[in-house]
């Protein structure tokens, strides 16, 4: 086998060692199939039992029963920042209301504009999105469609702790943090999740609706951007991408199995992430952090370095030790490390040693 090397990636990103290995196993023939998971119908009655595990997966790790609707789509998370308000928004006869904490949550407002009136509750661009904002901050209304917001904007690397308050339908961009720590589900009426962070490979988004919410869905939308054809046929109305599917069961499984739950996984979030923010801490001036103390991502580490050179100086150096994918996105610049579920602990450990060392190197 060709060495891995550690991918810090944000998306597509790092899956499960375990997971792999039991797709590779199985790549050529499921076991009494004959067939491999690319090449099966989706009417086979394997992918019913795949679709039929990986929800019953889901509703146990997130303790959700049958007052969800779990759905399976496809366009990614960019096409739920449209969908949700054609479904939701159109004809509802009030505005949806929009948190904006970076830039994912911002690029969602502007779809939503195309489909009704949005009310912007907080916007701290001024501020470079390094923060959230407090409870006091956020008026909203009893009034409103729902309530939009990011949990964890990938960019920035800045994570709600809590749900903000919301006396309307809660709607959750969850992609970058689903399933790092157990949720309270009783307070979200949408939450939706891309795989190729935290689930598995790109091509499905998990969408999880509360059912009295689909009878709000205006009549008229194109059926496949209508979220009750995907709640009728079981997500089957078209041939969902098997194969991704089927990977995010393994996920599923892994999490279950493996890791124990949600509250093991928030364990090892919280102390991967703690290695790399003690280092933030101690070393200030060269690992510049973005995101202010209390708003700092179990998942999307964000940091700048004192120049430029410094910055490429240290991704390039990274990689001479097997660690990739470092460099931060455009907007912020510097260095993000992203550390999903899925990066092992090994992994931290050994950028955690090399921040250490080209910290004892350099002159701040
Ligand atoms: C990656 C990401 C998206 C966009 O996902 P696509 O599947 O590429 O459309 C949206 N929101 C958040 C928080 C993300 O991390």
Same mark, same amino acid.
């Given at each position: 086998m060709h060495e891995r090397v550690y991918n810090f990636s944000p998306g &597509?990103?790092?899956?499960? +060692?375990?997971?792999l290995e039991q797709a590779q196993g199985e790549l050529l023939s499921l076991p009494g199939l004959g067939m491999s998971a690319m090449e099966i119908s989706h009417r086979s009655k394997w992918f019913d039992g795949v679709l039929a595990e990986t929800t019953a997966n889901?509703?146990?790790?997130?303790?959700?029963?049958?007052?969800?609707?779990? +759905?399976?789509?496809?366009?990614?998370s960019r096409l739920q920042f449209s969908t949700i308000p054609m479904n939701f928004l159109r004809g509802?006869?009030? &505005?949806?209301?929009?948190?904006?904490?970076?830039?994912?949550?911002k690029t969602a407002t502007a779809e939503a504009r195309r489909e009704g009136e949005v009310r912007i509750l907080f916007d701290n661009k001024d501020e470079n999105y390094r923060r959230l904002p407090r409870p006091d901050e956020l008026k909203s209304s009893a009034d409103a469609a729902y309530l939009y917001y990011c949990s964890n904007e990938t960019i920035q690397g800045v994570q709600f702790a809590a749900e903000p308050r919301a006396d309307v339908p809660l709607v959750c961009d969850a992609s970058s943090d689903f399933l790092c720590? &157990?949720?309270?589900?009783?307070r979200y009426g949408v939450l939706f999740a891309c795989a190729q962070k935290n689930l598995g490979p790109a091509g499905v988004t998990v969408v999880i609706v509360r059912n009295d919410l689909l009878e709000r869905v205006p009549e008229g939308l194109h059926s496949m951007l209508d979220y009750r054809t995907y709640a009728k046929e079981n997500s089957l109305a078209n041939t969902p991408p098997v194969f991704a599917v089927y990977v995010v069961m393994l996920v599923t499984r892994w999490l279950l199995d493996d890791i124990g739950g949600l509250a093991k996984m928030y364990a090892l979030n919280r102390q991967k992430s703690g290695m790399l923010y003690g280092l933030l801490d101690k070393y200030p001036d060269l690992?510049?952090?973005?995101?202010?103390?209390?708003?700092?991502s179990l998942m999307n580490v964000t940091f700048r370095l004192p120049s430029e050179e410094a910055t490429a100086q240290f991704v390039k150096e990274a990689a001479?030790?097997?660690l990739c994918e470092l460099k931060g996105h455009r907007s912020v610049g510097g260095i993000r490390a992203s550390i999903y579920n899925a990066m092992p602990i090994e992994g931290v450990e050994a950028l955690r040693d090399f921040m250490i060392d080209f910290a004892k190197r350099s002159k701040t």
């Open positions: &597509p990103a790092v899956l499960p +060692l375990k997971v889901l509703r146990k790790l997130l303790g959700i029963g049958e007052e969800f609707t779990v +759905l399976y789509m496809q366009g990614g509802a006869g009030k &505005p949806a209301e929009y948190i904006v904490t970076g830039s994912w949550s720590r &157990p949720l309270d589900m009783s690992y510049q952090g973005h995101a202010q103390r209390d708003c700092r001479a030790w097997r």
